[in-house]
């Protein structure tokens, strides 16, 4: 016969503490677990963590604890008072299962926020019939200790980006650390300013900034004028997921345009539906899209012309050497200024101002792993949408640490035990035969 109890120590074993009963809840849909301090162990001050004589004991408390095969699960236990003569206060004690005011137990906090990771963090409320409020709490408090807990190292390469989170020009700055071994999300920065990117220089401090040999950018000015003052000794990159966002975004423009100029001028709407036919990369397209594009080609269009330079821009991408890829850049942007196309000639101008950084992409190309910056910010924005509904910063930084940061997590078992990290979707207790399970009645 095999107990919850036994179960639970196999699993959560918490020193100086023992499970002293498990029986049905009143409503006979929640476990409730007693627990006792063993004999003899003494508490534990929870303001300077040492062992202190007793003062007294507190009503029972209720920890909430790892569902199981639908019942909610509750540890129960009387807090006892020490009277620390180190703190000189009757302190209450330190439990290892949850931390401060928390209804919480860590063990279940942690199993909430590994979940809440792969589902949105209703759906995790839900699965779990707890609340929101109490994902938040879960993620909060293994983000919290995940960040107290993380090495920095050295980090060569560093990536900034942002990310409009709402309507109204709401951004993050977002700072990842792309070196060709780690790529984890570093910084979250309120809004995109000089302020914000400052902020990651001084959580780091000057001894790791002074190391950055990358730096990642867009050409958004507050970035260029950080990275000047704060690494002016790394190779600054403009990169090339931003430059091509950027292309595309002025394509758009010049398509939108006349788009509405042939519709003004009741001509045939030849761009109709066109967007995604001249956003897409040629080689990304289906058959019958490239014939749909074959088609719209051979209209003496702006828009066809601006698409037609979009496409040449890519060969940039090929060259090897900086002193070719700037000879290209050169050509290309002296054809787009003769080309009348206003929205192009704005990119070229740009790319024209920032000639030196680009080519930075050509000298370090090997030393980086491409991509890296453009595939972590399609990350965030999934991570963002699965939070949708509470677009708050506070909200989105969590999540953001939390499915990109890679942090360290919170032990889920007593101090001083292995640590056993079990994937949430693959749980060891369910491989248990169901009738070996007899509880306290
Ligand atoms: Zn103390």
Redesign the pocket.
């Given at each position: 016969m095999l107990q919850l109890i036994t179960i639970l120590n196999r699993c959560h074993r918490f020193p100086g503490f023992v499970y002293h009963q498990a029986r049905f809840g009143s409503d006979r849909k929640s476990i409730e677990i007693a627990v006792r301090p063993r004999k003899g162990s003494r508490a534990v001050?929870?303001?300077?963590?040492?062992p202190?004589p007793g003062y007294d004991q507190l009503a029972e408390r209720r920890f909430e604890f790892i569902p199981f095969w639908g019942f909610l699960v509750f540890l129960l236990y009387s807090m006892r008072r020490?009277d620390?003569?180190?703190?000189e206060?009757v302190?209450v004690e330190e439990v290892p299962w949850a931390d401060g005011k928390r209804t919480l137990t860590r063990a279940y906090m942690l199993f909430l926020a590994r979940w809440a990771r792969k589902l949105s963090w209703k759906e995790t409320a839900e699965a779990f019939r707890t609340s929101w409020e109490k994902v938040f709490d879960a993620v909060e408090y293994v983000v919290t200790f995940g960040l107290e807990h993380r090495v920095l190292g050295q980090i060569d390469a560093i990536g900034v980006d942002e990310i409009q989170y709402a309507k109204g020009h709401k951004y993050l700055t977002l700072v990842y650390q792309i070196d060709l071994g780690v790529t984890r999300l570093l910084w979250v920065g309120r809004e995109r300013t000089i302020e914000s990117f400052q902020g990651f220089f001084t959580m780091i401090g000057d001894e790791i900034a002074s190391r950055i040999v990358f730096v990642c950018s867009d050409m958004w000015k507050p970035y260029l004028t950080v990275i000047r003052e704060k690494c002016s000794e790394a190779l600054h990159i403009l990169d090339r997921f931003h430059i091509v966002a950027n292309l595309n975004k002025a394509l758009d423009e010049v398509r939108a345009g006349e788009s509405r100029r042939i519709a003004f001028e009741g001509r045939i709407p030849v761009l109709k539906k066109s967007r995604w036919l001249l956003l897409k990369r040629g080689d990304n397209l289906k058959t019958e899209q490239r014939f749909r594009l074959r088609d719209l080609l051979r209209y003496n269009l702006k828009t066809v012309r601006a698409y037609l330079l979009k496409e040449a821009f890519q060969q940039l991408w090929d060259y090897n050497s900086a002193t070719w890829a700037g000879k290209f850049l050169d050509e290309w942007c002296r054809q787009v200024m003769r080309s009348r196309i206003e929205p192009m000639k704005k990119i070229a101008r740009s790319l024209r101002d920032h000639r030196e950084l680009i080519l930075n992409y050509f000298r370090a190309q090997k030393l980086l792993s491409s991509g890296v910056v453009e595939g972590l910010n399609n990350k965030a924005k999934i991570t963002m949408r699965k939070s949708y509904g509470f677009r708050t910063f506070r909200c989105l930084e969590l999540a953001l640490y939390h499915s990109l940061g890679k942090l360290p997590e919170p032990e889920s078992v007593a101090v001083g035990m292995p640590v056993t990290q079990h994937p949430p979707h693959r749980s060891p207790r369910a491989a248990l035969p169901h009738e070996a399970l007899i509880l306290d009645a």
């Amino acid at each position: 016969m095999l107990q919850l109890i036994t179960i639970l120590n196999r699993c959560h074993r918490f020193p100086g503490f023992v499970y002293h009963q498990a029986r049905f809840g009143s409503d006979r849909k929640s476990i409730e677990i007693a627990v006792r301090p063993r004999k003899g162990s003494r508490a534990v001050c929870s303001r300077c963590h040492q062992p202190a004589p007793g003062y007294d004991q507190l009503a029972e408390r209720r920890f909430e604890f790892i569902p199981f095969w639908g019942f909610l699960v509750f540890l129960l236990y009387s807090m006892r008072r020490v009277d620390c003569r180190r703190c000189e206060a009757v302190v209450v004690e330190e439990v290892p299962w949850a931390d401060g005011k928390r209804t919480l137990t860590r063990a279940y906090m942690l199993f909430l926020a590994r979940w809440a990771r792969k589902l949105s963090w209703k759906e995790t409320a839900e699965a779990f019939r707890t609340s929101w409020e109490k994902v938040f709490d879960a993620v909060e408090y293994v983000v919290t200790f995940g960040l107290e807990h993380r090495v920095l190292g050295q980090i060569d390469a560093i990536g900034v980006d942002e990310i409009q989170y709402a309507k109204g020009h709401k951004y993050l700055t977002l700072v990842y650390q792309i070196d060709l071994g780690v790529t984890r999300l570093l910084w979250v920065g309120r809004e995109r300013t000089i302020e914000s990117f400052q902020g990651f220089f001084t959580m780091i401090g000057d001894e790791i900034a002074s190391r950055i040999v990358f730096v990642c950018s867009d050409m958004w000015k507050p970035y260029l004028t950080v990275i000047r003052e704060k690494c002016s000794e790394a190779l600054h990159i403009l990169d090339r997921f931003h430059i091509v966002a950027n292309l595309n975004k002025a394509l758009d423009e010049v398509r939108a345009g006349e788009s509405r100029r042939i519709a003004f001028e009741g001509r045939i709407p030849v761009l109709k539906k066109s967007r995604w036919l001249l956003l897409k990369r040629g080689d990304n397209l289906k058959t019958e899209q490239r014939f749909r594009l074959r088609d719209l080609l051979r209209y003496n269009l702006k828009t066809v012309r601006a698409y037609l330079l979009k496409e040449a821009f890519q060969q940039l991408w090929d060259y090897n050497s900086a002193t070719w890829a700037g000879k290209f850049l050169d050509e290309w942007c002296r054809q787009v200024m003769r080309s009348r196309i206003e929205p192009m000639k704005k990119i070229a101008r740009s790319l024209r101002d920032h000639r030196e950084l680009i080519l930075n992409y050509f000298r370090a190309q090997k030393l980086l792993s491409s991509g890296v910056v453009e595939g972590l910010n399609n990350k965030a924005k999934i991570t963002m949408r699965k939070s949708y509904g509470f677009r708050t910063f506070r909200c989105l930084e969590l999540a953001l640490y939390h499915s990109l940061g890679k942090l360290p997590e919170p032990e889920s078992v007593a101090v001083g035990m292995p640590v056993t990290q079990h994937p949430p979707h693959r749980s060891p207790r369910a491989a248990l035969p169901h009738e070996a399970l007899i509880l306290d009645a």
